[in-house]
């Protein structure tokens, strides 16, 4: 627990001194941004509200059944994978600032 505690302060801090964009994604928030960065592009930001209510549905569900007992079934290298998949997705979507290109008005 005490090194996540640690790259939590750790991970803030930088944050905090670094990032001078209003954009940076620091957290938990990261991890979904670019899911929920395609939905929007797809069908518009009206969807993101639904997508909530059925993601609060779901966990409603789960609780009820008493599935979350599982989770502590799952190998840490699943979190592992996930973890490194949201870094990748989240790099890539940063390229095009870090060559100075602008995206075209649609």
């Known amino acids: 627990p005490m090194r996540g505690v640690a790259c939590a302060i750790f991970g803030g801090a930088c944050a905090g001194i670094f990032g001078a964009s209003d954009y940076n994604i620091v957290g938990p928030a990261g991890a979904l941004s670019g899911m929920l960065m395609s939905y929007v592009a797809q069908w518009g930001e009206g969807v993101l509200p639904w997508i909530s209510i059925f993601s609060s549905m779901i966990i409603a569900v789960c609780w009820l059944l008493r599935l979350d007992?599982?989770?502590?079934?799952?190998?840490t290298s699943v979190f592992e994978g996930f973890t490194v998949a949201v870094a990748i997705i989240i790099g890539l979507n940063q390229i095009n600032f870090a060559c100075g290109l602008v995206p075209t008005e649609k």
């Not at 007992?69 to 190998?75: G, N, V």
């Open 69 to 75: 007992i599982y989770m502590l079934l799952m190998p």
